[in-house]
Nanobody, 113 residues
């Protein structure tokens, strides 16, 4: 089993930046790719970004060029650097590992003036 805990959410003005972190514990040697998802009020959860064990990264079109995903296998952690934030980025952000399947509890990001 893998446990994931997100941190770093908060309130930021449009155009601002925020960094989210995800700490993994448990059966961390079994973790492959890791990713971020988000869910805005009244909307379905959507994929944001993924990083593989080898460091390859993939982004949703809506965040490409603004968000950067990274991971530290030595520190069992993953980050999401978010720049040029927009009000439509407001959501609860979740850390995920597809295999083994695990989700964090989520961290709120609010972009508002």
């Amino acid at each position: 089993q893998v446990q994931l805990v997100e941190s770093g959410g908060g309130l930021v003005q449009p155009g601002g930046s925020l960094t989210l972190s995800c700490a993994a514990s448990g059966s961390i040697s079994s973790i492959g790719a890791m990713g971020w998802y988000r869910q805005a009020p009244g909307k379905q959860r959507e994929w944001v970004a993924t990083i593989t064990n080898g460091g390859s990264t993939y982004y949703a079109d809506s965040v490409k060029g603004r968000f950067t995903i990274s991971r530290s296998n030595a520190k069992n952690s993953m980050s999401l650097q978010m720049n040029s934030l927009k009000p439509e980025d407001t959501a609860v952000y979740y850390c995920n590992t597809p295999s083994p399947d695990a989700w964090g509890q989520g961290t709120q990001v609010t972009v508002s003036s």
